[in-house]
């Protein structure tokens, strides 16, 4: 176990020093978005009816995410905090980011809930004031009513928390964690375990990400 972690922090280490040589090249006038995966490894996070889990399904729709961007005339200069299933703390989370000097950070995940009647997407920004929280707030409306309109999910509306992801990077870029439906009602769980709706998730993202 111990070789296990000191390999993975040796990986997150050499991913980091490669994206501080990258971060200090000019790529145009393409934007730097930075992809928070959440969860990863032990950390499953939020498991659903059928025993689907949020670490996953975050995961597929990043990376089809990462697959659409190649495959559009004009991408975008994204960057995952994970690649695999394999869990990074939140602090390298925002220190890769800002290494990167990302102008949007966007960290995505799937609610749960005690109740099996909640349902809905939220969009949350830092709670503290800082340099980037009116064009958070902004973009956090925004992509909130495009997945309310293209996915049928109920809006929950944007929300304000003391998230660390969201409270380490709201001072130097927008940045806004996604909660995408509950994994504990029926009805969003089940449209989350297809791969289909996944991609068409990460299509309406990656669209909505490209016209900002």
Not at 12 to 26: A, D, R, T, Y
Not at 43 to 69: F, R
Not at 137 to 157: C, D, I, M, V
């Amino acid at each position: 176990m111990k070789i296990k972690k000191v390999l993975k922090n040796v990986s997150f280490v050499i991913l980091l020093f490669k994206m501080c040589i990258i971060s200090g090249q000019e790529i145009g006038a393409q934007k730097r978005i930075v992809i928070d995966v959440g969860h990863g490894g032990k950390d499953s996070g939020a498991v659903g009816i059928n025993n689907i889990q949020e670490k996953d399904i975050v995961l597929d729709i990043a990376l089809e995410i990462l697959s659409i961007n190649k495959q559009s005339k004009t991408p975008l200069d994204i960057y995952l905090t994970r690649y695999s299933d394999t869990l990074i703390s939140l602090s390298d989370r925002t220190k890769l980011a800002k290494a990167l000097k990302a102008d949007l950070f966007v960290s995505l995940h799937c609610n749960h809930s005690d109740s099996p009647n909640a349902r809905g997407i939220e969009v949350y920004v830092a709670n503290h004031v800082f340099k980037y929280t009116n064009d958070a707030t902004w973009f956090a409306f925004q992509l909130q009513a495009t997945l309310n309109k293209e996915l049928g999910f109920k809006s929950r509306g944007v929300k304000f928390a003391n998230f660390q992801v969201l409270r380490e990077t709201i001072d130097f870029f927008p940045s806004v964690l996604l909660e995408l439906g509950f994994l504990s009602n029926l009805d969003e769980n089940n449209y989350l375990y297809h791969t289909s709706n996944l991609k068409f998730v990460a299509l309406t993202i990656f669209r909505f990400i490209q016209k900002k």
